[in-house]
């Protein structure tokens, strides 16, 4: 039985005490939320891509051996007008919004201004982040939407462009061990040229109780190497020293988007992949807040995620998720998923690889100049100076990677990932050990696994003391969804926390610890 994406979900925003078997670890206290697209029809009209539907968050709170399940859909301007229409007017990439046929042409005439200068959509259902003390529903544009962790209520809406000159902001966010986070944008022609910024902002609350982004300063920026196609980006790394940026030939046209609607074509259709392009890999030193002098390259590839970086005697390391091509983001539009989940379709299974920089490119042209022992992957000086990379592969069919993020930046041993070896959608999630290349599965049946995220254990030594939490869509919606809790070292199930609910297959999540 396959997941049926374009189904309307309900929210539940009143709290459901959830059927426990099993034994939760007394330490595990505080609330995962995890954020995705529930709703994809209005009145007459559909979102044409399983991304573009209207943000449905979801939390699961555990207190004293219980766990307690709420949803609520994300209350934005962009949810609201849309209901109060019954009608889809606010585009999402994938899907152009245009004006009821019954509207006078003074309405048309609005609807065609804001899309040639495009007021974005706030409509964030990708990821949940935290600014200072603030939690925030994102997704890829200039707005975020301020959350209340614990009842899931829509509050302040956030324009980044109101402190930084950053039209597009990764939905992934790194953090400090002093609290303060670390994300990345691009500036679109701004002042005649497109850059990437690296930005940060502090920890804690501001004394006047303003937005976090109020103290948000540009770390560096880097230049485009096309002033009107950036590349599209979803994540990058960060080590105790150095950011990694990979700037990838799947493009933004940004004149084909600014005449999208007149054209009749969604934004989405102005984001190409272009094989014949190399992939750049940017390595800034946190110090200098300088791109150090070294140039590496590898061959054209697609990534979203990244998995984690590090140093190693003079070398960074950066594991990711990469695709041969842009053939995923393709894949969700709901008209090819009907199409697609039964039946056997050709599947541009990703590659989790390593790529390791070396921070000096002392060497002969032609030198593998990668001194680390156990890796295969390869860095050769060319005869210009730069650096080809050339990635290891660590293992394949695998996607959506978390780590145990106190490891973050550092050498780890440990992922967890859902196993997608068949198709995008996990029956299986795996812990992954980048040092022996073997894995463990845990094997949900005919249900549907969520990114696997990882709690360690309070005061925990071994990277792998703690669980891992995964919502499981059972494949008979009848019968509810349920959270699973493994025992992180051993991979085994030790307690499932079942809930009487269709969930929604969402895409990532954020636990926030209990600070009592």
Not at 107 to 134: E, M, Q, R, W
Request: aromatic residues 12%; hydrophobic residues 35%; proline residues 5%.
């Amino acid at each position: 039985m396959q997941y049926d994406y374009s189904k309307n979900k309900e929210e539940h925003p009143e709290p459901i005490k959830a059927e426990v078997k099993g034994l939760i670890p007394e330490w595990l206290q505080g609330t995962l939320i995890r954020n995705g697209p529930g709703l994809f029809s209005l009145g007459e009209t559909k979102y044409n891509h399983w991304f573009d539907g209207m943000a449905l968050l979801h939390s699961f709170t555990f207190k004293k051996g219980e766990v307690t399940y709420r949803s609520k859909y994300l209350r934005g301007d962009t949810y609201n007008s849309n209901m109060q229409a019954n009608r889809i007017v606010v585009s999402e990439m994938g899907t152009m919004a245009y004006p009821d046929p019954c509207k006078n042409i003074f309405s048309k005439v609005i609807t065609f201004l804001s899309h040639t200068i495009p007021d974005f959509t706030d409509n964030c259902a990708n990821n949940i982040i935290k600014y200072g003390n603030d939690y925030h529903a994102t997704s890829e544009t200039n707005y975020i939407r301020k959350i209340d962790p614990v009842t899931l209520e829509t509050q302040d809406k956030v324009d980044y462009l109101k402190y930084l000159p950053v039209s597009i902001v990764a939905s992934h966010t790194h953090y400090d061990k002093e609290g303060n986070s670390y994300s990345m944008g691009t500036c679109i022609a701004e002042k005649g040229k497109s850059k990437y910024m690296l930005f940060k902002v502090p920890g804690g609350s501001r004394p006047d109780g303003s937005p976090p982004l109020k103290s948000a300063e540009a770390v560096c920026t880097l230049p485009c190497r096309s002033l009107l196609t950036p590349s599209y980006y979803h994540s990058f790394g960060m080590t105790d020293n150095y950011f990694v940026f990979i700037e990838q030939p799947l493009k933004l046209d940004i004149l084909r988007m600014a005449t999208a609607y007149l054209r009749r074509v969604s934004w989405a259709s102005c984001m190409k992949f272009h094989p014949e392009d190399s992939t750049l890999i940017h390595v800034i030193d946190r110090k200098t807040k300088k791109e150090i002098g070294i140039k590496f390259y590898t061959g054209a590839m697609a990534v979203y995620h990244q998995v984690n970086a590090f140093e190693d005697d003079g070398h960074v390391v950066f594991d990711v998720i990469c695709y041969d091509d842009n053939s995923l983001y393709e894949m969700f539009y709901l008209d090819k998923l009907k199409e697609q989940m039964g039946a056997d379709t050709m599947y541009c299974k990703p590659k989790c690889k390593r790529f390791v920089m070396p921070l000096s490119d002392m060497g002969e042209t032609g030198e593998d100049l990668v001194k680390l022992k156990y890796t295969t992957a390869s860095a050769v000086k060319e005869k210009d100076g730069k650096i080809l990379c050339q990635g290891e592969v660590l293992c394949d069919g695998t996607e959506l990677p978390r780590i145990n993020y106190n490891f973050n930046g550092k050498k780890y041993r440990y992922s967890y990932m859902c196993c997608v070896d068949i198709s995008p959608v996990a029956k299986k999630i795996v812990k992954f050990d980048a040092e022996t290349k073997q894995q463990v599965e845990w094997t949900g049946g005919d249900g549907f696994a969520s990114e696997p995220v990882f709690i360690p254990r309070p005061d925990a030594v071994e990277e792998d003391d703690g669980v891992v939490l995964t919502s499981v869509i059972n494949a008979k919606p009848a019968n509810g969804g349920f959270l699973l809790v493994l025992d992180a070292k051993s991979f085994k199930e030790i307690a499932r926390a079942s809930i009487d609910v269709d969930f929604h297959m969402d895409m990532h999540g954020y636990f926030i610890p209990d600070s009592s």
